[in-house]
């Protein structure tokens, strides 16, 4: 019997951890979003090193006191207003539990005008996809 109630309790809590996409889930909803083909190789890599292609994930705390939210870990000081009403600039204009989410449109759109305004270097982890990167082709 606690067998099944822990079963059922975790049931219910999978929900509120978010989703774990894999590579060519990811390149196909962002392709659906918009997102250029030509860029979905670069994206799929950050989100692999940043989250493990997991949306509902928050970063541990930054030096600066800041966290990194969703599958692309997108930072709560510059990006989107934390839950505690610590200060933000929130240039996403959306609430950082909105990176959270099953729906990546948020932490897309997001990412992209970040990536629009600092590049692809905005990203710690793009030492690692700066380079050759496999074909998504076979996503499709």
Same mark, same amino acid.
């Given at each position: 019997? %606690?067998?099944?109630?822990?079963?059922?309790?975790?049931?219910?809590?999978?929900?509120?951890? @978010?989703?774990?996409? $894999?590579?060519? +889930?990811?390149?196909?909803?962002?392709?659906? #979003?918009?997102?250029?083909?030509? !860029?979905?190789? %670069?994206?799929?890599?950050?989100?692999?090193?940043?989250?493990?292609?997991?949306?509902?994930?928050?970063?541990?705390?930054?030096?600066? @006191?800041?966290?990194?939210?969703?599958?692309?870990?997108?930072?709560?000081?510059? *990006?989107?207003?934390?839950?505690?009403?610590?200060? +933000?600039?929130?240039?996403? +204009? #959306?609430?950082?539990?909105? #990176? #959270?989410? $099953?729906?990546?449109?948020?932490?897309?759109?997001?990412?992209? %005008?970040? !990536?629009?305004? !600092? @590049? *692809?270097?905005?990203?710690?982890?793009? %030492?690692?996809?700066? @380079?050759?990167?496999?074909?998504?082709? $076979?996503?499709?």
């Amino acid at each position: 019997m %606690k067998f099944f109630i822990v079963l059922l309790a975790l049931a219910f809590a999978a929900p509120a951890l @978010g989703r774990t996409m $894999d590579r060519c +889930s990811l390149a196909r909803e962002m392709s659906n #979003l918009g997102v250029p083909r030509d !860029q979905l190789n %670069k994206w799929t890599c950050i989100a692999e090193h940043e989250s493990s292609y997991r949306t509902g994930v928050v970063g541990p705390e930054n030096s600066n @006191g800041s966290n990194d939210y969703g599958i692309f870990q997108i930072n709560n000081y510059y *990006w989107c207003q934390p839950a505690n009403g610590r200060f +933000s600039y929130n240039e996403c +204009s #959306l609430s950082c539990n909105a #990176l #959270l989410t $099953d729906d990546i449109t948020n932490s897309v759109r997001c990412a992209q %005008k970040i !990536q629009g305004q !600092q @590049g *692809w270097t905005a990203w710690s982890t793009w %030492k690692y996809c700066n @380079g050759a990167l496999p074909s998504i082709n $076979d996503c499709f």
